[in-house]
């Protein structure tokens, strides 16, 4: 079953979270916010990048910059992207799930080398 409701974004994301805050490393990272409060704006954010009910709530803000202020490491993008992508995996599979792991792998990396966690940008396309 692929992920095709706003639901379904909203029961991998609670399950990303909850295994974030199982993890002694992450734990501290995620722990202090309000993720009830917080848990609408990532919800709006992945159904707009996965046009999934986008237009009934279409998304504001950055996502970068919030993330600039957690003091986040590599590591803890490694297990961001774990969490959630066996968060999809475990339970979702097609379009829309292949769409979401590629394009928070994209984020991923975007945001690590934007906030300096990667030095190399032989990745980016047309550098040489």
Do not use: C
Request: proline share 3%; hydrophobic share 40%.
């Amino acid at each position: 079953m692929d992920i095709l409701l706003k639901s379904d974004i909203e029961f991998i994301v609670r399950e990303q979270y909850r295994k974030l805050l199982e993890d002694g490393f992450t734990a501290p990272v995620f722990s202090h916010l309000n993720l009830e409060e917080h848990f609408p704006k990532i919800f709006t954010f992945w159904s707009f990048v996965l046009d999934i009910d986008a237009g009934n709530n279409p998304y504001r803000g950055s996502a970068f910059e919030p993330h600039t202020k957690l003091g986040l490491t590599a590591e803890h993008f490694t297990r961001w992207l774990k969490y959630l992508h066996a968060s999809i995996l475990d339970n979702y599979s097609g379009e829309n799930a292949n769409k979401w792991i590629a394009k928070s792998n994209e984020l991923g990396m975007m945001f690590q080398y934007k906030m300096g966690l990667i030095n190399d940008d032989s990745f980016l396309i047309g550098k040489k």
